[in-house]
C-alpha cells in the first residue's frame, strides 16, 4: 500500500541517508512544526525500527511562564500516550530576556542531553531559514552568516527544512495532536515576530513575489561562499586558529575566516563591529596574551590562537 505522500516524503528522506534504524532525540516545542514532525515519525515507526526520544525545553520565569507551564503539562501527557520518554530541561537561573537567550539556552539543554549514538530531530522549515537569514543581514554579517541549516548535518536531522509550503501544508493536516499557540509569537517587541507579521507582509504587497524572491538570491549567495568556505580551512583546527591567518589575508577575508572560526566553535549572534574588535586586538607584537570577548578567553600564543571557557585568568 502506498503512504501518503507526506509519509512518503520523510520516508525517502530517512532511507537517502540511512536513518531507518536511528536513535532520534527530537526537539517538541508544542507547536504545529514539531508536533506534525512527531506525528509522521510516530507513523514511520510502525514500519521501520526507529527509537525516538523527545526533549523540551522550558524556559523558566518570566510573563509566559503559565504558557510554558500548560506546554509541559500537555506534552507530558501526549508522551506518556504514546508511549515515549520526555526529557524537560528547565531554566532555574536567571531569567531569558532576548531571542539569543532562548536558543543558546535550547542549544545547551539538547547538547547535554544528547548521547553519542543519537541524531537530533528538529522541525526547522524554509520560512525559519529565511527569517533567520534576513536577521542576520539586518544586524550585520558575512556571508558565512547566510549559510543554510542542512537537512542533515552535524549530528542534527532536519526533514522539513527543504520541504516548500505545499508539502509543510500535508505535514499540518495530517495529524490530531492538540497544537498549542505560543503567545509570545504575536509579540513584535520581538524583532523576528516584527518581522516576520510586519515587515515582511508589507514588503509583498509592495512588490508582489519580493519574499521568494529574496530567499533565493540568500540562497544564491550561501551556495557561492560554501565554494570558498573549503579554501579557508587551512587556518582551523577545531577550537585553535593558525595566527598567520592575519598576515596572509586581506582584511574582508580575516573578518571571513574569524567568523567561521566562531560558528564551527559554536559562537553566534556576533555583528561586524565585534569580529573588527577581535582583529584589532589580534594585532598586537606580544608573542603570549589573553584578552575576552564574545563570552570566550583569546589565549594568543605565538602560533596559534585558542578559545577557553571564562574560568581562565586575563592577562
Not at 159 to 174: A, D, G, T, V
Not at 178 to 207: G, K
Not at 252 to 262: E, G, K, W
Request: aromatic share 12%.
Amino acid at each position: 500500500m502506498r503512504l501518503p505522500e507526506h509519509l512518503y516524503l520523510l520516508e525517502k528522506k530517512m532511507k537517502f541517508y540511512q536513518l531507518q534504524q536511528a536513535n532520534f532525540l527530537f526537539a517538541l516545542s508544542g507547536g504545529q512544526d514539531s508536533l506534525s514532525l512527531l506525528a509522521a515519525f510516530l507513523e514511520l515507526k510502525k514500519l521501520y525500527p526507529l527509537s525516538i526520544r523527545c526533549i523540551h525545553v522550558h524556559h523558566g520565569e518570566g510573563q509566559n511562564k503559565d504558557y510554558r507551564d500548560q506546554v509541559l503539562q500537555h506534552l507530558q501527557n501526549l508522551c506518556e500516550a504514546e508511549k515515549l520518554t520526555l526529557v524537560c530541561k528547565k531554566n532555574r537561573s536567571k531569567e531569558l530576556c532576548s531571542e539569543e537567550d532562548f536558543r543558546n539556552f535550547r542549544w545547551q539543554c539538547i547538547y547535554e542531553e544528547k548521547q553519542a549514538d543519537e541524531l537530533v530531530v528538529t522541525a526547522h522549515h524554509w520560512r525559519d531559514q529565511f527569517e533567520s537569514r534576513m536577521m542576520h543581514l539586518i544586524r550585520g554579517c558575512g556571508p558565512e552568516g547566510l549559510l543554510a541549516m542542512q537537512e542533515y548535518a552535524e549530528g542534527i536531522f532536519r526533514p522539513l527544512i527543504e520541504c516548500n509550503e505545499k508539502q509543510l501544508k500535508m505535514f499540518y493536516q495530517n495529524h490530531d495532536f492538540t497544537v498549542m499557540q505560543d503567545p509570545s509569537n504575536q509579540d513584535m517587541s520581538y524583532f523576528r515576530n516584527w518581522l516576520r507579521h510586519v515587515w515582511l507582509p508589507q514588503l509583498e504587497t509592495a512588490e508582489k513575489g519580493s519574499y521568494h524572491r529574496m530567499a533565493q538570491s540568500l540562497v544564491n549567495i550561501s551556495e557561492q561562499w560554501i565554494s570558498k568556505k573549503a579554501s579557508y580551512q587551512q587556518w582551523l583546527h577545531g577550537e585553535k586558529l593558525l595566527r598567520r591567518f592575519s598576515l596572509d589575508l586581506d582584511f574582508s577575508h580575516q573578518l571571513q575566516v574569524l567568523s567561521l572560526f566562531l560558528r564551527q566553535n559554536r559562537i553566534f549572534g556576533f555583528q561586524r563591529g565585534q569580529l573588527e574588535e577581535i582583529l584589532k586586538r589580534l594585532d598586537c607584537r606580544k608573542k603570549d596574551y589573553i584578552f575576552s570577548m564574545l563570552g570566550r578567553q583569546w589565549h594568543v600564543g605565538p602560533e596559534e590562537i585558542v578559545l577557553l571557557d571564562q574560568s581562565a585568568d586575563e592577562s
